[in-house]
């Protein structure tokens, strides 16, 4: 199977956005709408997400936009410094502001037993947490939220990777989300190869990434 690094995902997605030039909050659009393909609408009703302040946020926020018109119940939760948001994730959650669509930030112990209650009573917990970039152990109220993601969720899908798993290795920093399914973008990771019991079964799709990144990031003729 064709594995790529993080940091070779990283100069493919840079490289269609500098050089090609499509727009990064479209390649945020087609990943979400990738994700939303692989979720049955016609059976899941309820949806918790538990979304970070970098792009891997941004994307379950728009998840969360196109649950939400599609007339789905949708508890949105964000966990980080919001004053470090990522561009992108801040063009989608001024979108979901401008709807009224409200979310609880988790920032103490009292939010994470909103989040319990949520994903007690909801079908389908999405986790768009952290993205391939994270490298360092995860602890406090990051560790405490993906331990009650894993404890109390029904069914859990992960966007791009589970938040926690190291996207090179395979290796658990920490801890990590143990979701049932994982849509992961343009290839397969490396760390996702032999990461079953985490990641579940993993689904690649394309966003709109040109033949030609790949190629002029791994020097393929």
């Given at each position: 199977m064709f594995t790529i690094s993080c940091s070779e995902m990283k100069a493919m997605d840079s490289y269609a956005?500098?050089?090609?030039?499509?727009p990064s909050?479209?390649?945020?659009?087609?990943a979400a709408l990738k994700v939303l393909k692989n979720i049955d609408l016609e059976k899941?009703?309820?949806?918790?997400?538990?979304?970070?302040?970098?792009?891997n946020g941004g994307d379950g926020l728009a998840i969360a936009r196109h649950l939400v018109l599609a007339n789905k119940a949708v508890d949105l939760f964000i966990i980080g410094n919001l004053d470090k948001r990522t561009k992108d994730f801040n063009i989608n959650l001024n979108i979901l502001n401008n709807l009224g669509i409200d979310f609880i930030h988790i920032t103490?112990?009292?939010?994470?037993?909103?989040?319990?209650?949520?994903?007690?009573?909801?079908?389908?917990?999405?986790?768009?947490?952290?993205?391939?970039?994270?490298?360092?152990?995860?602890?406090?109220?990051?560790?405490?939220?993906?331990?009650?993601?894993?404890?109390?969720?029904?069914?859990?899908?992960?966007?791009?990777?589970?938040?926690?798993?190291?996207?090179?290795?395979?290796?658990?920093?920490?801890?990590?989300?143990?979701?049932?399914?994982?849509v992961t973008f343009h290839h397969m990771k490396k760390g996702l190869i032999n990461s079953k019991e985490y990641a579940g079964d993993v689904i690649v799709e394309d966003i709109g990434i040109p033949d030609k990144a790949t190629k002029m990031v791994l020097g393929i003729e």
């Open positions: 956005i500098n050089s090609i030039g499509i909050i479209v390649l945020m659009e087609n899941i009703d309820s949806f918790t997400l538990v979304c970070g302040v970098g792009n103490k112990d009292e939010d994470l037993k909103k989040l319990k209650h949520s994903l007690n009573i909801s079908e389908l917990a999405i986790d768009s947490i952290f993205g391939i970039g994270l490298t360092r152990e995860i602890e406090g109220l990051f560790r405490k939220t993906i331990d009650i993601i894993n404890k109390y969720s029904k069914d859990i899908i992960s966007v791009d990777i589970p938040s926690g798993l190291d996207g090179d290795t395979g290796q658990v920093l920490g801890i990590s989300v143990k979701a049932k399914k994982t």
